[in-house]
């Protein structure tokens, strides 16, 4: 569309967002599972790990890159590299930084969200898309 001089071009796609988030633990296994949604697509990646604490913010980040890979296909070039919440003055914060790999070089991107009533697991998720959204939308 075009404002006077200005050209705005329209989004190509909707935002992703998610859905749900959900962690299982069985024994001394974890699964997670994050449901992602554009406009009318529903995807569902899901990772599977140590029940350990310190595993369980990784898995929640695999799972939900790996929901995302369904969705964009330029996703597949990422690696999570770390995943966790941290307490920053008083709001706690899920917090990811990924690789893109785009031969020869790496790429290192990072999200952050807000942890919203309680569930570390869902900001985490959230961070990995904020993580992703502006960078991918430019390799489309």
């Given at each position: 569309?075009?404002?006077g001089?200005?050209?705005v071009k329209?989004?190509?796609t909707?935002?992703?967002v ?15 599972t ?7 697509e ?21 799972a939900?890159?790996n929901?995302?890979?369904?969705i ?8 999570v590299?770390?995943a966790?919440v ?10 990811v930084?990924?690789v893109?790999?785009?031969?020869p070089q790496e790429e ?6 807000p942890v919203r009533?309680?569930s570390g ?17 430019r390799?489309r």
């Amino acid at each position: 569309r075009a404002r006077g001089n200005v050209t705005v071009k329209a989004p190509a796609t909707e935002r992703v967002v998610v859905h749900n988030v959900v962690l299982s633990k069985e024994g001394l296994r974890c699964v997670a599972t994050v449901t992602l949604t554009r406009a009318e697509e529903q995807v569902v990646g899901t990772a599977e790990g140590s029940v350990a604490t310190s595993a369980r913010w990784r898995i929640v980040a695999e799972a939900a890159l790996n929901a995302l890979r369904e969705i964009e296909p330029n996703a597949a070039s990422i690696a999570v590299e770390m995943a966790g919440v941290q307490k920053v003055g008083d709001r706690e914060l899920g917090i990811v930084t990924l690789v893109l790999v785009i031969p020869p070089q790496e790429e290192l991107l990072a999200g952050v969200a807000p942890v919203r009533g309680g569930s570390g697991e869902d900001a985490v998720a959230r961070a990995v898309l904020d993580a992703t959204n502006r960078r991918l939308s430019r390799m489309r």
